[in-house]
């Protein structure tokens, strides 16, 4: 297993960035030139595991095809002597797209169009190599600093990429019915468990991306990852402009177009949709295919019906089924950003079967508007012509109250870091300024951040250990010291003999010590699973 203190091929592990479902991502440093990496590797118990070592080796194949500058790069590849596979890619300093918007969301319009552009741009360059992302979402876009603005893209984790295209047709076996994804932001045809997604499933993800970006909220949302999916499929587009006025009715029809139900009815290309972000206003005025209202017909040549469904609410709750509103309806459920949805389903979308369903239902009604219409004749007889029905005055609906924003929790201020060594009583210093913070064992709480805390263990007789920590959370930093070789001579020294000249590096400035080397800037954050 690989832990801190380790040296994987060319590089030592320093720091625990974080860690997800499928494996780790740590933070190491070459130890002589001192440029820092992220290393991705998969969790020992999973390594055994086929599919997902397939999608491990994809992610490494599909983002090594493609080369383009807002996609992260993979340096490298390989196994440990235990088994452990691993990718060495770029260390990319910044936050991802899920931090940006808890804090700053709803973003300005250009803004968030400019960030969904280079996003589109990334996944056009994936689309020509044949690879579908199919797991795009907040937490897989990342920003950075570059070229002067703070919203650089980068987009990561393309561990669920679907190879379309030259040998590697399929990158590995999904069952036929299997759901994979991010239930927020998967396609209707995700949701449906299709095996033949395409680039568009992408175009409808990072259209939630920008719903997501623009209003503060996902478009659909539920208490269970069931009713998620079936709205997906089933459920009107709310209108964007309902949770922000500022938006623009260009805005709102390029949100639309790129959230149809129908894929045929969508941008067709993730080019075409950055085009339309880039100059909504040009888009608007420029013919367009509208999307269809509701359910449609449309993945891969199969039906679906085409009329409003009917929501059945939980059982027990006393509400009545209601019809659902059309696109674009501003009476349309607001989801919230933040979701706590929990994992039982315990809602479900009544869908009718066939268009004759509707049918029956449109003459059922007639007929009873018919009889009604029979008995008002014979209640009034041949007296004459029955009294002039007034028009019923219909009251405005009252306007809907704005939603309230998510409350969110305040994060922690401070995370502890305990300090541990082998053996004990090794000082503890920083790296930058010397200052000492304790001797092993201790512990000590700092402030949370996403800058690396480096320090040097030191102790006599033993070698110093540099390492370093990310505080991002409450951790364990522990360095296994190793003895120093005793001195191989112990005659005086003696100015001017050959090797007691303080050694220098290529640019000429004297080293600190080992791990005394300044912080390079030529890295960019550890990648989202």
């Not at 950003?337 to 479900?348: H, I, K, Y």
């Not at 369903?357 to 209640?379: E, S, T």
């Not at 007789?461 to 364990?476: G, I, T």
Request: glycine letters at 10%.
């Amino acid at each position: 297993m690989i832990a801190v203190g380790q040296t994987i091929g060319n590089y030592m592990i320093t720091a625990k960035l974080g860690e997800g479902g499928m494996g780790v991502v740590y933070l190491a440093e070459h130890p002589v030139i001192g440029r820092k990496v992220a290393m991705k590797a998969i969790h020992p118990e999973l390594s055994r595991n086929p599919e997902v070592v397939s999608r491990f080796v994809t992610e490494a194949k599909a983002v090594n095809q493609i080369g383009n500058e807002h996609i992260v790069d993979i340096h490298d590849f390989g196994t440990t002597p235990d088994g452990d596979f691993y990718f060495i890619m770029e260390f990319l300093q910044g936050e991802a797209l899920a931090d940006r918007m808890k804090r700053e969301a709803p973003l300005d319009p250009a803004r968030a169009l400019n960030i969904a552009a280079q996003v589109a741009d990334a996944l056009a360059a994936s689309h020509a190599h044949g690879i579908v992302h199919r797991d795009l979402k907040p937490e897989n876009i990342f920003l950075i600093h570059k070229g002067g603005t703070n919203d650089f893209v980068k987009v990561l984790d393309f561990g669920l990429a679907k190879l379309t295209l030259g040998a590697d047709k399929v990158s590995h076996k999904t069952r036929t019915g299997s759901v994979m994804g991010t239930p927020y932001y998967m396609s209707p045809e995700q949701c449906e468990g299709r095996p033949n997604i395409d680039h568009r499933a992408d175009v409808y993800s990072l259209g939630i991306i920008l719903f997501e970006m623009l209003t503060r909220q996902v478009p659909f949302t539920g208490e269970g990852y069931g009713e998620i999916i079936v709205k997906h499929i089933t459920a009107p587009v709310p209108s964007p402009r309902r949770f922000n006025p500022r938006l623009s009715a260009a805005h709102e029809a390029i949100l639309l177009r790129a959230l149809a139900k129908n894929r045929d009815e969508r941008f067709q290309g993730m080019e075409d949709f950055r085009v339309a972000m880039l100059d909504p206003e040009r888009y608007a005025l420029s013919p367009s295919i509208v999307p269809t209202p509701g359910p449609l017909a449309g993945y891969g040549g199969d039906t679906i019906v085409a009329s409003p469904p009917l929501t059945k609410s939980r059982v027990g709750d006393g509400v009545a089924p209601r019809a659902a509103t059309q696109l674009g309806d501003p009476a349309a459920a607001a989801p919230s950003t933040f979701r706590d949805s929990a994992v039982a389903v315990e809602t479900e979308d009544a869908i009718p079967k066939s268009r004759g369903a509707l049918l029956a239902g449109v003459l059922g009604a007639a007929l009873v508007l018919g009889g009604v219409a029979a008995f008002l004749v014979v209640r009034t007889g041949s007296a004459g012509p029955p009294p002039a029905v007034q028009p019923a005055v219909t009251k405005p609906a009252p306007a809907p109250a704005p939603p309230r924003p998510p409350a969110v929790a305040p994060l922690p201020t401070e995370v502890t870091i305990k300090f541990r060594s082998e053996p004990l009583g090794a000082a503890v210093a920083r790296k930058d300024t010397g200052e000492q913070l304790g001797v092993t064992p201790f512990e000590m709480e700092i402030p949370q951040g996403k800058s690396p805390l480096e320090v040097v263990f030191k102790k006599s007789n033993y070698k110093d250990v540099p390492l370093s920590v990310v505080p991002s959370e409450s951790s364990l930093l522990e360095a296994t010291l190793e003895a120093a070789p005793p001195a191989l001579s112990t005659s005086p020294h003696r100015p001017g003999k050959p090797g007691t000249k303080p050694s220098t590096d290529k640019a000429g400035g004297a080293h600190h010590g080992k791990g005394g080397r300044p912080m390079d800037e030529d890295g960019v954050l550890a990648p989202s699973f």
